[in-house]
């Protein structure tokens, strides 16, 4: 949600390797990150913080999974992915490695995916060099309305 | 019922009871006091070296100051070559990070370069831009490579983040510091 970046950053892990000077962390083992409604989970995390704020986190797993609700009343947004870069800033998620985007019943699945949290906007490539791999989309159209709703009535008349 | 004759032999032989009560009373604490005195002197190697407030600069074989110790109290220990200090406070600067660790008690072993401190444990770490500040029961300090480590709770303040683990190693002058286990922590976003 909106209000997400403006919630504080719970984490919890095994390990945890800080260096104040270069503003990087790593953290190990069942690595949770929690923010607002969104929730990153890994084996490992990179966070980049810059001015006391994290700017980039870099999630590796088996995979690593990531979750958010981006628009009130919508299920939550999931992407998983062996590696996923996640820009704060830009609100943009890199995925690479068996990379899947799923919302509700829609579901995207592709090697490489570039994913805008802010507009929903997406970029699946498939792998250079594997030659199966392949960009799968499935898409749920939302339910037809009832015939009656779509009835002449309710059609504008053409003008005279 | 009490009768008249009753309370002149409770008179007569009243102050002899109460007599009897102190005596006993008073051999018991003599003998609390000896025993606490005897526990005192079984310590064999009573200090040979007691300092009071004392205030001293520790130098490395190149003679950089290593680090400033202060204490309002040093017993040193000849046979064990140990020191033991009350209210330690060490203090760091070198290259520009500045360091201070404090504790109720210290500990120090003449051969070697660590000093033990315990009890309300504070690093505070300062740098141009930031202040980093730990807390704990109980860690040892490398002063030779500036390295403090512990096992047990340790709570690190820096910035808006608060992060705690159960064991850390650090190195007081990079700040590289590894968190050992169960790792909680919380950022908090500047609104």
Known sequence: ?160 | MITKEKLIQIFKIGPFILAAIALLFWLNLQEENASIQTSRTNITDAPDLTLINSSSKHYDENGQQQYRLTASKIDHYKDERTAVFQQPRLFNNQQGTEWTAEAEQGQANLDSDIIVLKDQVKIDRNTADQTVRLRTSELSIDTKQNIAENDVLTVIHSGNSYIESKGFQTNLNTNETLLKANVRGTHDVQK
């Open chain 1, 1 to 160: 949600l909106p209000e997400d970046k403006t919630q504080p950053i719970q984490l919890e892990a095994d390990q945890a390797k800080l260096n104040n000077e270069t503003g990087i962390s790593e953290y190990l083992g069942n690595v949770v990150i929690i923010q607002g409604t969104a929730q990153l989970r890994a084996d490992r995390v990179i966070l980049h913080t810059a001015n006391n704020e994290v700017v980039r986190m870099e999630a590796f797993g088996s995979p690593a999974k990531y979750q958010q609700i981006l628009q009130p009343n919508e299920p939550p947004t999931h992407i998983e992915g062996n590696t996923l870069d996640l820009k704060i800033a830009d609100q943009l998620a890199e995925v690479t490695g068996n990379g899947k985007v799923f919302k509700g019943e829609d579901k995207l699945s592709s090697e490489k995916i570039t994913y805008s949290l802010k507009t929903g906007e997406l970029n699946a490539t498939k792998s250079e060099n594997s030659s199966d791999s392949r960009v799968r989309f499935i898409f749920h159209p939302p339910e037809k309305k009832s015939d009656k709703s779509a009835s002449p009535s309710t059609d504008p008349k053409p003008q005279q």
